[in-house]
């Protein structure tokens, strides 16, 4: 029901300022909230364990990776420092509120981070690869549905400043020249999703799960860092990215990613039905770490910037590709560069491939800072 309200034009001043995704993990919420679904009942922890492995590979196994190789050291250099600021920032945040909101938030603060590094999979990926609490989810997911629309305001306020900042960076924006020669014929692939392939869709995607589930049994675990889960999430991950390099991301013309966005709402909804509106209060001041986040992202964009002579519109297209995803970065890199939104969309996509990893990884930087 969501989704088919933020297709209706009428609910647009609605869904422009709170995303669906929001309201699939709040309206389950708010019915469990008042007793109208069973937060404990078995099926919800079934279908969060069992249908995410299979998203996560219908999402990943039409990955592009050669078209992302061909952006270039400098676009994917801005990016991944950008993600490094977010994963340093992450940590700084977590040591200046944890005294205000409780020590465990440290896999919380790695789920906000998947999600500023990846995207929405990422975030629910690393809640349920390090048994994220409820209460430390919820709040992660106000920020994280707060501070991006904030920041990408304010980088598409940024654009009346490209020509300033790019002389004073003595910019290279000769690489722009040679990015819109790449980007060249890269668009958005719009599929429709048939009865016979989805079913097709889902059993690949259940082997795959399945296979995955069953390595992780024969894998080395390590006591609140590597569960059997966690190991499903990083093989099944890996599995998708490795048969996208095979005629499998073919996949996609059956729309498989559209497939795996359908599970990974399945999945999101189950989660909010497992929460509570009681485990709201650290909200308020998690959204100023999140801001502390930002803060650190930028100064590294900045400095990166500086060291690689990146223009602004790198800038710009890293930290919304970070922080904004699929479904924002394309807009911001259209903003600056006319021509360049499918630069935007490969950078997100890359954070797709990596925010689970980087997420896992933060997590376990900032448990460090946890005593």
């Known amino acids: 029901m969501v989704l088919l309200a933020a297709r209706n034009k009428r609910f647009d001043p609605v869904f422009n300022v709170l995303p669906s995704v ?5 309206l389950p919420m708010l019915a469990s909230t008042f007793g109208l679904i069973d937060p404990k009942a078995p099926v919800l922890g079934l279908i969060t364990s069992n249908i995410l492995p299979m ?14 190789f061909r952006l270039g050291g400098k676009a994917l250099g801005m990016f991944f420092i950008g993600s490094a600021g977010v994963i ?13 909101v409780g020590s465990e938030f440290w896999a919380g603060f790695g789920a906000l981070s998947a999600s500023w590094t990846g995207g929405s999979a990422n975030m629910i990926a690393v809640k349920e690869a390090m048994s994220v609490p409820d209460q ?14 904030v920041w990408m305001g304010l980088l598409i306020a940024a654009v009346k400043w490209q020509p300033a900042f790019d002389r004073w960076n003595h910019s290279d924006r000769s690489v722009l020249d040679s990015l819109k020669a790449k980007a060249e014929g ?13 079913v097709f869709l889902l059993s690949c995607a259940l082997v795959a799960g399945s296979l995955a589930q069953y390595a992780a049994r024969f894998m080395p675990q390590v006591k609140d860092i590597l569960s059997p889960y966690a190991w ?4 099944v991950s890996a599995m998708g990215l490795g048969f996208s390099f095979t005629p499998v991301r073919k996949l996609e013309s059956a729309g498989a990613t559209k497939a795996g966005y ?49 223009p602004l519109f790198l ?25 360049l939104a499918s630069v935007g969309l490969l950078l997100a996509i890359t954070g797709n491939i990596v925010g689970t990893y980087l997420g896992i990884l933060c997590a376990q930087f900032c448990r460090l800072f946890s005593a």
């Open 88 to 100: 340093v920032g992450a940590a700084v945040a977590y040591i200046l509120v944890k005294h205000r």
């Open 136 to 149: 430390v989810f919820l709040p992660m997911v106000v920020v994280d549905t707060i501070v991006p629309y």
């Open 55 to 68: 998203s996560l590979f219908l999402l990943l196994v039409t990955v592009d990776v050669r078209a992302i």
């Open 22 to 26: 929001f309201f699939i993990y709040f």
């Open 315 to 339: 800038v710009a297209a890293a930290s919304q590709a970070n922080i904004g995803g699929v479904a924002s970065a394309p807009v911001v890199a259209a903003v600056y560069e006319p021509g």
């Open 262 to 310: 359908w599970l990974l709402y399945f999945v999101l909804t189950a989660i909010g039905s497992k929460a509570s509106l009681s485990n709201l209060g650290a909200s308020l001041v998690l959204i100023i770490g999140g801001f502390v986040i930002i803060a650190v992202h930028l100064i590294f964009l900045l400095a990166g910037a500086r060291i690689l002579r990146a």
């Open 186 to 198: 890269i668009k958005a692939v719009t599929v429709r999703l048939t009865l016979p392939g989805g």
């Open 232 to 235: 499903t999430i990083i093989i």
